[in-house]
């Protein structure tokens, strides 16, 4: 079976080596990278592991939508085109399949074999970690949200696993589309996470609030989406420098960091995977120049961490985020709501 993931970069070097090495342990075969702008090696590590099943394009946005424009490009590459599925997602989001073996073919058996399975979003807290490690991300942070409560809500964002046969319209970056035209007969068979029927509205994309979430309680029996969108304090503060690759000039502020550093629930899970990543990870390693640009991306982000600390702006947003309350906005104004003044 062809797995091909897809997915957009910009100045995510140190983390690389993991996110390949974890997506071909639950059964990526192929690869395809568009990379922005990149400054910190990003795009000359992806060069060199092309033989780990890495293809490396520059992201051909002319405009200001870095992703869509690359999700549009990839449907007409043979890597995406002749894959047997499709798995759109970040390089800060890892599939943690609890079924069978815990591979992308365990889901889809458990599953029921549809044509498209959408995997619920579970945001990973940054739990006070500040130094940038160079280790696996999986290892370091394992506290989150109420799994099924996220800022006050029970939909939850969603990646999909798209079948070669759905009946594709485009993809995006959270769901493939298909024609609103197209018959209730020949809609996909779509499941949540759990192999059950994904709600109407979100199949047909009713309205904005059901695209791309649906409620999550009860959708991630065989599959969850770690999404470690904060990682350290360090790593944060470089991210907010480089914005949003998806996105020009988006910044990322308070609020967001805040929505995602709840770490109300502990689920450590995905650690079943890292002895096997760990050997994954020197094996991709062991590829030509591959150690040594790791290496470089390591160095480039630290220096760049160093460089922004010696800007006030950026000391003084290290000390609001230290700072921060843990209790994402909507809540804490619902306590102030409950408990004036408290």
Not at 96 to 111: E, F, P, Q, S, Y
Request: hydrophobic letters at 40%; charged letters at 25%; aromatic letters at 10%.
């Amino acid at each position: 079976m062809r797995v091909t993931a897809v997915t957009c970069v910009k100045n995510e070097g140190p983390f690389l080596l993991e996110w390949v090495a974890f997506n071909r342990l639950i059964g990526v075969t192929d690869f395809l990278f568009y990379s922005n702008d990149c400054t910190d090696a990003t795009d000359r590590l992806l060069d060199a592991l092309a033989e780990a099943g890495v293809r490396h394009l520059p992201n051909p946005a002319e405009g200001r939508n870095y992703q869509m424009e690359a999700l549009k490009d990839a449907a007409r590459q043979e890597v995406v085109s002749g894959a047997d599925w499709v798995w759109v997602a970040d390089v800060d989001e890892f599939l943690n399949i609890h079924a069978g073996d815990h591979t992308i073919a365990a889901l889809i058996d458990a599953c029921g074999d549809p044509q498209a399975i959408s995997v619920t979003f579970q945001f990973f807290a940054n739990d006070g970690v500040e130094a940038f490690e160079d280790r696996p991300v999986i290892a370091q942070f394992g506290r989150s949200h109420n799994p099924d409560i996220w800022c006050g809500e029970t939909a939850i964002e969603v990646k999909t696993l798209v079948r070669k046969d759905f009946p594709l319209q485009y993809y995006g970056a959270h769901r493939p589309f298909f024609k609103g035209s197209l018959p209730a007969r020949r809609r996909p068979r779509w499941t949540d996470g759990s192999g059950r029927d994904v709600p109407h509205r979100f199949l047909v994309a009713a309205n904005p609030r059901r695209i791309r979430k649906f409620p999550a309680q009860g959708a991630r029996v065989h599959a969850t989406l770690n999404h470690y969108a904060l990682r350290s304090l360090d790593s944060y503060l470089v991210k907010n420098d480089r914005g949003d690759v998806n996105r020009e000039h988006r910044a990322f502020d308070d609020t967001y960091w805040r929505e995602r550093n709840d770490p109300a629930h502990e689920d450590l899970s995905i650690r079943r995977h890292l002895p096997a990543l760990e050997a994954e990870i020197a094996a991709l390693k062991a590829l030509p120049g591959v150690a040594g640009l790791h290496e470089e991306a390591v160095a480039l982000h630290r220096a760049q961490r160093d460089a922004l600390l010696e800007r006030e702006e950026y000391r003084a947003m290290q000390a609001q985020l230290r700072a921060a309350s843990t209790f994402p906005p909507q809540e804490a104004a619902l306590l102030d709501e409950l408990e004036p003044g408290a």
